[in-house]
């Protein structure tokens, strides 16, 4: 078979070849839904290997036999085969569609170079950004990277350097890897933050990520037409960057600091990194930072629907195809799934270490805790709520504590809560010192004063029984004690107002002899 139709032969293979390969991948993720980010990115490389594997077996086998390959057709197409070779013999084996052969290799063509040459147009922007308007970090963060590189065993040279082009953090080049840090990340994030996301880009040249992602480029180039393709890639880097996002956590070992620097990072950038650069904003930041925060969520576990109907259609064109491939009178028995799903060769999950199985507990105990938020009925926070919530400690039973005490409280106003130490029984007590409808400003102020219900009891105690959450606060700010109000009645000063006692300490008349 000539070279031009066996590449056509090999593009309309790959509809159902891709197409079975992405739906065998969607049930590998699905099962491993509760594994590691690992063992699902290398299902996910696995999946991408074999789709270029299938296509090169599949052109090398129409172009030296001139026949396609049966053996590997799933069962309904190859039923398809079987059944218009034995209606059709004497047909010649390209069939009536090898017509449309080479015009339909052309477009092809067209599609590769124009993906081509947006390829070409990103690696020069990456070399851009390596080469230009960069200098040298300070010598004590040159010394903090390289202790970093060292805690992830990177033997080879890895260098550090300030651009005044890139917007976030990014890893350029293979042979002599390039960590580029925008200025302003130096001024912007605090020095645990930058060392966390120093170690994601480092953990970036520890995996080899850049030469996988060239791979990634190079067959959603070849098989741009295919959604299938795509939506592997995708599965690649969202699953890259939880890999990283685990070993950066690892090294710096602390979670919330890694996640705030991620979210500063995102209101800092004002542009996106180009592909060919492997960099800490890549796939989305909510699902990252819930992932880190222990959310029960795994992404790219299934694809989305538009997806699903690209692939179907994918099957539905091969299969019309099909109709005009070489006569077969024999029937030949299908590959079985099973063979495919076993030459992925993902390999088997690691027993994990015991710092691991310290991290596992640690997500465990976390999604737990992020569970009992939501059963609580706040869902759909934002990273800074959720970050803040976990940070300062806010939990199931801090929150049904304070609404057993008549508080429904917004995420903002439970931290707050919580920083200022308003408990529950803090409010129950103002309650049966008499203070009613207590607002959360009122439950803040009054703590942030001092005014505890032991105080406000003494006060009332002095015939103050009426008081208000303003007088309160008002007679804490101007230092008016039970003391105070004592004093001034031992001298002959009875049944004065809340404003005349406030008066009297303001102007110091207790203090002054010759009026007493």
Known sequence: MSPINALGWTLLHFLWQGALIAVLLAGALAFLRHAGSRIRYAASCAAMVLMLVCAAATFLELKFTGTPPHHSVPAPVNLVLSTEASKTEGVSSAGPAAGYLPALVWAWFGGVLALSIRSIGGWAVV?????????????????????????????????????????????????????????????????????????????????????VNLLQTAAETLFFYHPAVWWVNRNIRSERENCCDDLAVEVCGNTLAYVRALTELEQMRSRGTPRLAMAADGGSLLSRVERL????????????????????????????????????????????????????????????????????????DSRGWLDEIQSEGYRNLSVDQLIALKIH????????????????????????????????????????????????DHLIALRIHGAEPAWIRQIQALGYPNLSVDNIVALRIHGVTPDFISEARKHG???LSLDQLIQLKQLGILKTPEII
């Open 293 to 364: 925060l222990g959310m029960n969520r795994t992404a790219g576990t299934a694809p989305s629907g538009l997806l699903a109907i690209g692939i179907a259609a994918c099957l539905l064109v091969a299969g019309i195809a099909a109709n005009g491939l070489a006569q077969r009178t024999e029937r030949v028995e299908p590959m079985p799934a099973a063979s495919l799903a076993q030459q992925s060769g993902a390999p088997a999950s690691p027993r994990p270490s015991p710092p691991a199985q310290k991290r596992a507990e640690e997500k465990k």
């Open 127 to 211: 070399e851009r950004f390596a080469r230009r308007r960069t200098w040298p970090a300070e010598a004590v963060w040159d010394e903090r990277f390289a202790a970093l590189a060292k805690r992830l065993s990177i033997s080879r040279p890895v260098r550090l350097s300030v651009s005044a082009l890139a917007q976030v953090p990014a890893v350029v080049g293979w042979m002599r890897p390039i960590v580029l840090v925008p200025a302003g990340v130096f001024t912007g994030l605090t020095a645990e933050q930058i060392e966390a996301l120093l170690a994601h880009e480092l953990a970036h040249v520890r995996r080899h990520d850049y030469l």
């Open 493 to 495: 000063l009875k049944d």
């Open 393 to 440: 400690g806010v939990d199931g039973e801090y929150i049904r504590q304070l609404r057993a005490a008549g508080q429904q409280l917004t995420p903002d106003q439970l931290v707050a809560f919580r920083i200022h130490g308003v408990t529950a029984e803090f409010v129950n007590e103002l309650r049966q010192a008499g203070l009613k409808d207590l607002k959360p």
